[in-house]
């Protein structure tokens, strides 16, 4: 893992901390932030992208931290257990294709002008394969759905679809938005520096 830097130690801590905070409700409420894992996993992907080896030792770190958070959630709070099925397996291929995508698309285009535009499809591409991923593996292998269709259980999931994507976009916004300004502070900083020298 050479040439890892404090800047990437930091986008791995964040993301840590991000799923500590938020791994605890779906929705958010009053007092908490919404869950941000199809968010978390998509950034891992787009900024570790250029370390392999980190990349996996970080995915893996992440898919053993939200096992960890959904185990003190269930039987220490005592939160519903009703998606602890064999489904539950179906979270790593869902988190996988999201820091697929997100890798994908760092090795290709840049976070600037059309690689924006790039980056929102792609993100909006990924959460939406996701959700999809996620809901239609619980439909298969939860068995809690028996006497349900699948268009019945489609129809009733779709009520969730723009509430799970559209806060991973927010997310994935407020991390794309926050890089971007670091990197502006950081161009006048290292421009004020050189006309002063």
């Not at 894992?37 to 995915?59: D, E, T």
């Not at 976070?111 to 619980?138: D, H, K, P, R």
Request: net charge neutral; with cysteine.
């Amino acid at each position: 893992m050479n040439n890892i830097n404090s800047k990437v130690v930091a986008v791995f801590a964040t993301l840590v901390v991000l799923m500590a905070a938020t791994r605890f409700d779906h929705f958010g409420s009053a007092v908490s932030l919404p869950d941000a894992s199809y968010a978390i996993f998509f950034l891992g992907g787009l900024y570790l992208a250029r370390y392999v080896r980190l990349s996996v030792v970080a995915f893996s770190a992440l898919i053993i931290e939200a096992g960890l958070i959904d185990f003190y959630a269930t039987s220490i709070q005592g939160i519903s257990d009703w998606c602890m099925t064999p489904a539950y397996w179906f979270l790593i291929p869902t988190y996988g294709s999201l820091w697929f995508v997100g890798r994908w698309f760092a090795l290709r285009y840049k976070l600037e002008g059309v690689g924006l535009v790039g980056l929102a499809l792609a993100s909006w591409g990924a959460c939406s394969f996701a959700f999809f991923l996620s809901n239609a593996s619980f439909y298969l292998f939860s068995e809690h759905f028996a006497t349900m269709t699948a268009a019945e259980y489609g129809m009733n999931v779709a009520q969730y679809y723009v509430s799970y994507v559209s806060v991973a976009l927010l997310y994935i916004a407020g991390a794309v938005a926050l890089q971007m300004t670091f990197d502006i502070v950081a161009r006048l900083l290292d421009s004020s520096r050189s006309q002063a020298s």
